[in-house]
């Protein structure tokens, strides 16, 4: 017989914070969260660190890129945020599935147990688990992909007003104190001057893609296995943390911490991914339009 996964009913108040003593709901274990954190995470760090290290011995080029060099940078520019993006989905959905297979197979063992009257063989067993079907929408909507109310939209708009107030803030530090740190919309603002293509190729995966892999990896998948093994609020302020450092940009660190923050508190309030998701996409498009406005000459 084909198993199926039955998927547990949802809190009917999704929006309501979880009591700290509150069991996560989801399947797979605090270790698992670790180890499928480091898959990706370890070789996008070190292969990051390389790219500074070599990038700091080349001289910085002072003339904008011819138009071949700049279609090859922004096809390389394209394949590389794909490949780095996809890891961090590819690596949540396979660990997410896995985990809702197990709990489905050990499901239909118990029921196989109770019909047979007893202990069914370990043949049979396994036999039943590889016939354990996960549909992709249930993996989906354990990592976060469901409704939320119409409510926390106004909670995005204000979170969304905080984090400029912060980044404002963090530029103004930096200026003021001539720390000799860049954060990541100047570094692409400079680049723009050079390799105009590839930067446009960028900002745009920055406001598609990368907003849906991270936040079905960092909020789907890390912060609710995080949970698993920590208090709530540990969990938030560790997964806003890895968030932060998975960028490798030491410049921006404290404001990417920020945000992790912000995202990781409207997954937890809101028991959805779309709420993070929608902020993150909004943050990310207005800094590209930002930066747009600035190599159209519309900004000085």
Same mark, same amino acid.
């Given at each position: 017989?084909?198993? &199926?996964?039955?998927?547990?009913?949802?809190? *009917?108040? *999704?929006?309501?914070?979880?009591?700290?003593? +509150?069991?996560?709901?989801?399947?797979? &274990?605090?270790? +698992?969260?670790?180890?499928? $954190?480091?898959?990706?995470?370890?070789?996008?760090?070190?292969?990051?660190? =390389?790219?500074?290290?070599?990038?700091?011995?080349?001289?910085? *080029?002072?003339?904008?890129?011819?138009?071949?060099?700049?279609?090859? =940078?922004? !096809? @390389?520019?394209?394949?590389?945020?794909?490949?780095?993006?996809? @890891?961090?989905?590819?690596?949540?959905?396979?660990? @997410?599935?896995?985990?809702?297979?197990?709990?489905?197979? &050990?499901?239909?063992?118990?029921?196989?147990?109770?019909?047979?009257?007893? +202990?069914?063989?370990?043949?049979?067993?396994?036999?039943?688990?590889?016939?354990?079907?996960?549909?992709?929408?249930?993996? !989906? %909507?354990?990592?976060?992909?469901?409704?939320?109310?119409?409510?926390?939209?106004? $909670?995005?708009?204000?979170? !969304?007003?905080?984090?400029?107030?912060?980044?404002?803030?963090?530029?103004?530090?930096?200026?003021?104190?001539?720390?000799?740190? %860049?954060?990541?919309?100047?570094?692409?603002?400079?680049?723009?001057?050079?390799?105009?293509?590839?930067?446009?190729?960028?900002?745009?995966?920055?406001?598609?893609?990368?907003?849906?892999?991270? +936040?079905?990896?960092?909020?789907?998948?890390?912060? *609710?296995?995080?949970?698993?093994?920590?208090?709530?609020?540990?969990?938030?302020?560790?997964?806003?943390?890895?968030?932060?450092?998975?960028?490798?940009?030491? =410049?921006?660190?404290?404001?990417?911490?920020?945000?992790?923050?912000?995202?990781? !508190?409207?997954?937890?309030?809101?028991?959805?991914?779309?709420?993070? $998701?929608?902020?993150?996409?909004? #943050? #990310?498009?207005?800094?590209?339009?930002?930066?747009?406005?600035?190599?159209?000459?519309?900004?000085?």
């Amino acid at each position: 017989m084909v198993s &199926s996964l039955s998927y547990p009913e949802r809190d *009917p108040q *999704p929006d309501r914070p979880p009591q700290r003593t +509150e069991e996560a709901p989801v399947p797979w &274990s605090f270790r +698992e969260t670790w180890l499928a $954190l480091l898959i990706p995470l370890v070789p996008w760090l070190l292969l990051s660190l =390389g790219t500074q290290l070599q990038g700091s011995r080349l001289p910085a *080029p002072k003339a904008p890129l011819s138009l071949q060099q700049d279609l090859e =940078g922004a !096809l @390389a520019a394209a394949l590389s945020t794909l490949v780095v993006e996809g @890891a961090f989905l590819l690596v949540a959905l396979f660990f @997410a599935r896995r985990a809702l297979r197990r709990q489905a197979a &050990s499901e239909a063992g118990k029921l196989a147990t109770t019909e047979a009257g007893g +202990e069914i063989p370990p043949s049979s067993a396994s036999a039943t688990a590889k016939e354990v079907r996960v549909p992709l929408g249930a993996v !989906l %909507q354990t990592l976060g992909l469901r409704r939320f109310r119409p409510l926390f939209l106004w $909670l995005i708009v204000a979170f !969304l007003a905080l984090l400029y107030l912060v980044n404002g803030l963090y530029s103004a530090l930096l200026e003021g104190l001539h720390l000799p740190l %860049q954060t990541n919309d100047q570094v692409i603002l400079e680049s723009s001057r050079l390799a105009p293509l590839t930067t446009v190729v960028l900002l745009a995966l920055a406001v598609i893609v990368a907003p849906l892999c991270e +936040e079905i990896f960092f909020r789907g998948f890390v912060f *609710p296995g995080l949970r698993r093994g920590l208090p709530v609020g540990w969990a938030v302020l560790v997964s806003a943390l890895i968030f932060g450092l998975a960028h490798a940009d030491l =410049g921006s660190l404290p404001v990417l911490i920020v945000i992790g923050l912000l995202l990781a !508190l409207l997954r937890w309030w809101s028991g959805s991914l779309y709420p993070g $998701l929608l902020l993150h996409m909004l #943050n #990310n498009g207005i800094s590209a339009a930002v930066i747009l406005l600035y190599m159209l000459g519309r900004l000085h």
